[in-house]
């Protein structure tokens, strides 16, 4: 039989409230969850290193004392990897002018502006991929107080792992299959972060409805947190009861107050349905989950290069991603490629509200579906609550 979920353990060893890990690449958005009383994670694959110094500073005077975390993207294969990672420069001589030629006809029949004054960052898309690029940020993360180190794409690499430890912090991994967890438990994490097919950004094929109970039994005793289709306190719920210890939460904070996403981006969240998003490699070079637009239509069509393996895919959405947020609003075209990673919940996302508002409306309906759910005589094994909840606080 499997281990029940100990969402108050797993609150106890990270110092927080509530269960709920948030990623996003807004600061304001990791500060409001972490004051909330979960744990905001900072998505800093994106990056330079002066930028991740200057937002982990914002964060910990704005985070109330409490601990938060940062996720990076060292990639278990990408171009380069033999090298140890190579520079963008290098990189961008290896994009076919096929592809250059592709993305510029796309550009031009969509009447999208060239980016006048564009910063290096904007034009060459930087992304730290490789353990290389990411050094920096880790060492950046927990000299900026960091409790948490995430890694996507792969193992986390043990360099991230041993200099996590070494500083009192600890260590995470997301997994897609259940064949994943035996390489996490060797490169020696401290949480496991079960990532289903619903989820936006990097995802696999299982549905987390399949995955989480899998990867809960693989795990042994590291606790698991349930990713993808997670958006209110009714799929939390769901997910403590597939034995889940808390939930790894992206896709709803993507049209709070305090998120990152540029207006038109966040304008189709909103009117999208949970049909409205594609598992697709048209961003990365890697299947990621993103909200369809004409940017992923294009490279579905029969006509299309096939998309270049990453990071040189990358290195060719991300100054057309820039460059389409600038114009958006005076170009329907820029409009029609506007895009960005989210999950299929992005259909119950229907108004803009705040972080911690959102957060707290989670755990209180997880709170009482498992009420509902739990007999007067079996008292519920998995409230969100602190750890030291009663009934006088409560």
């Not at 938060?68 to 171009?79: E, N």
């Not at 904070?253 to 999208?272: F, G, I």
């Not at 409205?276 to 992923?296: E, H």
Request: charged share 20%; aromatic share 4%.
């Amino acid at each position: 039989m499997s281990r029940g979920p100990q969402p108050r353990a797993l609150c106890e060893r990270f110092a927080i409230d509530h269960p709920v890990f948030a990623f996003s690449h807004s600061r304001e958005v990791v500060a409001a969850v972490s004051r909330g009383g979960g744990c905001g994670v900072l998505g800093a694959a994106g990056f330079t290193p002066e930028q991740l110094e200057e937002d982990l500073a914002w964060i910990g005077g704005h985070a109330g004392g409490r601990p938060f975390g940062v996720d990076m993207l060292v990639a278990a294969t990408y171009v380069g990897a033999d090298e140890g990672g190579r520079s963008d420069a290098e990189l961008l001589e290896l994009i076919p002018t096929e592809h250059v030629a592709f993305v510029d006809a796309l550009l031009a029949a969509n009447d999208v502006p060239d980016l006048p004054g564009a910063t290096a960052r904007e034009e060459q898309g930087v992304l730290a991929w490789s353990l290389k690029g990411a050094r920096p940020l880790i060492e950046i993360a927990l000299a900026g107080g960091a409790a948490l180190l995430v890694n996507a794409l792969g193992p986390a690499p043990e360099y991230m792992v041993t200099a996590a430890h070494e500083r009192g912090a600890l260590a995470a991994g997301i997994v897609g299959k259940p064949e994943h967890v035996a390489a996490q438990v060797r490169a020696g994490v401290d949480l496991l972060v079960a990532q289903g097919s619903e989820a936006g950004g990097h995802t696999g094929e299982i549905s987390t409805m399949v995955l989480t109970p899998q990867v809960v039994d693989a795990a042994g005793r590291l606790p698991v947190l349930a990713a993808g289709g997670i958006a209110s306190g009714r799929q939390m719920a769901a997910a403590l009861a597939l034995g889940a210890d808390g939930v790894w939460c992206g896709s709803v904070w993507v049209t709070t107050e305090e998120a990152e996403t540029p207006p038109v981006t966040r304008d189709k969240y909103l009117a999208a349905s949970s049909s409205d998003t594609r598992r697709s490699r048209a961003a990365t070079g890697k299947p990621a989950r993103q909200l369809r637009s004409a940017w992923t239509d294009a490279w579905e069509a029969p006509d299309a290069p096939e998309p270049l393996p990453l990071p040189l895919q990358w290195l060719l959405y991300g100054p057309v991603k820039a460059r389409v947020n600038r114009a958006a609003d005076r170009s329907e075209g820029a409009r029609r490629l506007a895009s960005g990673f989210v999950g299929q919940v992005v259909g119950q996302l229907a108004e803009v509200r705040g972080a911690e508002a959102t957060l707290r409306e989670m755990v209180a309906e997880c709170d009482r579906v498992l009420d509902e759910l739990t007999t007067p005589s079996e008292p519920s094994r998995a409230k969100a609550a602190s750890p030291g909840r009663t009934e006088e606080n409560a």
